[in-house]
């Protein structure tokens, strides 16, 4: 996916600037019908991102992992905005699954807290009167709803407050949790083996690989399994 603008020019120095921000690692310029002397004076970047700390490091003597802890903590930096994002370029989507990961990449590099406890405490304003929660929120798209995400943001809760301690955020999120599980109870108690069919209707998410989501998925009620131990916690 690569974003494209289309800047007409016109005669004597002027300038453009990007309305809205974008994640990218190359830039290429491609000028068309030029009848005439054109002389680029500057190309440059305004850096946006969520204001972080380095509180984390890592090194060794193997440069090969020093440098992917570079680049992955970079790349973190890069997907903190005004919320977790799955990508910096793209719909830049505060998406519950990126997030679990993000969480503890940026617990190791930068120990920010605001973002996630802001996201927790989101996601369950986005529940459905039948106690599922969207994928991605704020939306209203109904394609949506991914009802694997609910176990990633209770799994992100758990762990939010293994590493700060916070106890009121689990207080404020417990009835939302309460809710969501009724939900996914019911849809186990409808199996002689009280695993977790598929929920028809609604994007079952699992992985991108192409695997079989049909009739009771082992991956899914796995996932069913985690959360109801972080629950349990």
Known sequence: ????????????????????????????????????????????????????????????????????????????????????????DREQGQWMGDALVEEEANFYAFGDRNLMRRMLKQCPQSMLPNGYMYGVFPTELSFCILPDYN??????????????????????????????????????????????PNPEGYWLFLDWSPIDKSGLNASYSLWWLLTLQSMQR
């Not at 996916?1 to 600037?17: A, D, V």
């Not at 209770?154 to 809710?179: N, Q």
Request: net charge neutral; glycine share 4%; aromatic share 16%.
């Open 151 to 196: 176990f990633t943001w209770l799994i992100a809760c758990d762990k939010f407050y293994t590493y700060t301690g916070e106890k009121e955020l689990l207080a404020e999120i417990f009835p939302a949790a309460v809710k969501n599980f009724k939900k996914f109870e019911s849809e186990a108690k409808k199996t002689r083996e009280g695993l977790l």
């Open 1 to 88: 996916f690569s974003p494209f603008h289309r800047i007409y020019t016109k005669k004597g120095s002027q300038e453009f600037e990007l309305k809205h921000f974008y994640g990218l690692r190359y830039l290429m310029l491609t000028f068309r019908n030029v009848v005439a002397e054109l002389t680029i004076e500057n190309i440059d970047f305004n850096m946006i991102g969520y204001p972080v700390t380095e509180t984390g490091s890592f090194e060794c003597n193997d440069e090969m992992l020093n440098k992917i802890w570079n680049t992955a903590s970079w790349t973190m930096r890069c997907c903190m905005l005004d919320s977790y994002v799955d990508r910096p």
